[in-house]
């Protein structure tokens, strides 16, 4: 494939070469080929519209970028202000270091602890990056009122919340401290309109402030304004023992 290259001259974030990933299904003995080869960059305040079938690899990409799966080959250059850190082969420590200050990953799933209150749980990533108590949970009720989460819920645990209220919650958390690379995977599936349309309103901030992003959207019209680029994955292929492509 080729190099896909900023066009802005936006410093760059992300730089992606020859990025592979497969995975051994050893039960089936067989090779299941996420994704092959990718080549492609990401500058500050750009972004990049993951686009494919079901089973492309969308989703693997992003995790794999997350550093959730080790790629088969390839690097993921990530610039950061002291460095360029390759993403397929960085330390655990210093992954968990990224994802705590520069790398946000954002689905529609709300990984929340027990009794915890939803204004707590979305003022957290304030508070451990250093903003005051008071302060963080100010901003927090902020982002629940701007993703409709109504006020009577903002002390009370998500475990309790709908599919839907939990969605919220999850994207004022995953959003409210700004990261310089985020990583969107179907954020806004079945999201009501208020919410797909403040998290919209979010990602245009974020974008021009210099946040760059790479996602895929179920509904990609919400979008449209924001998009710099497209990457197209094609879907997968197996291969059996004997080599033979199946699919
Ligand atoms: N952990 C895994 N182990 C084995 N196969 C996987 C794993 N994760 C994803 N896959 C397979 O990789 C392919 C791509 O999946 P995915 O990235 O979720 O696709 P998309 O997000 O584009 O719909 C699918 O065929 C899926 O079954
Ligand atoms: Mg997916």
């Known amino acids: 494939m080729d190099m896909q290259v900023s066009k802005s001259g936006a410093s760059p974030v992300l730089r992606v070469e020859g990025l592979s990933k497969q995975f051994e299904m050893h039960h089936l003995r067989r090779t299941l080929y996420a994704f092959e080869d990718l080549n492609f960059e990401l500058g500050e305040g750009e972004f990049i ?14 995790r794999t970028l997350y550093r959730s799966y080790r790629p088969r080959a390839g690097h993921a250059f990530y610039h950061t202000k002291e460095g360029v850190i390759d993403l397929a082969a ?30 707590e ?54 959003l409210i401290l700004p990261q310089r690379l985020l990583l969107l995977d179907e954020p806004t599936a079945s999201l009501d309109h ?3 349309k403040a998290l919209v309103d979010r990602l245009t901030e974020l974008k021009a402030s210099g ?18 680029r497209e990457i197209h994955l094609k879907a997968i292929k197996i291969e059996d023992e004997a080599d033979n492509v199946v699919q």
């Open 49 to 62: 519209l993951l686009k494919g079938e079901n089973g492309a690899g969308k989703s693997t990409l992003l």
């Open 211 to 228: 946040v760059a992003m790479i996602g895929v959207f179920h509904h990609p019209e919400d979008v449209a304004g924001l998009i710099d």
């Open 121 to 174: 749980v979305v003022a957290e990533p304030l508070r451990l990056a250093g903003t005051p108590h008071a302060e963080a949970l100010v901003e927090a009720r902020r982002w629940l009122a701007a993703f409709g989460v109504k006020k009577q819920l903002w002390p009370a645990y998500p475990s309790t919340f709908s599919g839907g209220e939990q969605q919220k919650v999850n994207l004022a958390r995953a």
């Open 90 to 119: 960085a330390a655990d420590v210093d992954i968990a270091v990224l994802r705590r200050r520069e790398i946000g990953f954002v689905t529609q799933f709300l990984n929340a602890r027990p009794r915890v209150a939803a204004e």
């Open 194 to 196: 208020t919410a797909r």
